[in-house]
């Protein structure tokens, strides 16, 4: 049951509100570092916060994924793409949301589906 308790914990929703705001922590650091010619310590906390985020998403997509939480390609664009800009993850989220809605109500809709 491993399984179960992690599936309570870890769910699409909560994935893609992290996702999110590392977007938004990756923003800031590229404001910090562009933008504001480099601010000390505000570039090495959000450098520090973007690199952290981005190692807890990779692993616990790669696991979600494989709880079939999120698809397998979301998970494999969080953990390569991430790194070099999150955005692409959370955009992945948008994506993968609306692909599941829209078989949601294919099903759901009479004479549409199968």
């Known amino acids: ?28 650091l590229l404001i910090c570092a562009f933008a504001l010619d480099k601010p000390e310590p505000a570039t090495f906390i959000f450098g520090l916060a973007h690199g952290l985020i981005w190692i807890a998403m990779s692993l616990v997509c790669i696991a979600a994924a494989r709880a079939r939480i999120i698809p397998f390609w979301l998970a494999v664009t969080v953990a390569v793409l991430g790194g070099l800009g999150p955005f692409a993850g959370s955009i992945g989220f948008i994506i993968a949301d609306h692909r599941h809605q829209s078989r949601a109500s294919a099903t759901s809709t009479p004479g549409r589906g199968r």
């Open 1 to 28: 049951m491993k399984s179960d308790s992690f599936r309570r914990v870890i769910t699409f929703r909560r994935l893609e509100v992290v996702s999110f705001i590392h977007s938004g922590v990756y923003s800031a």
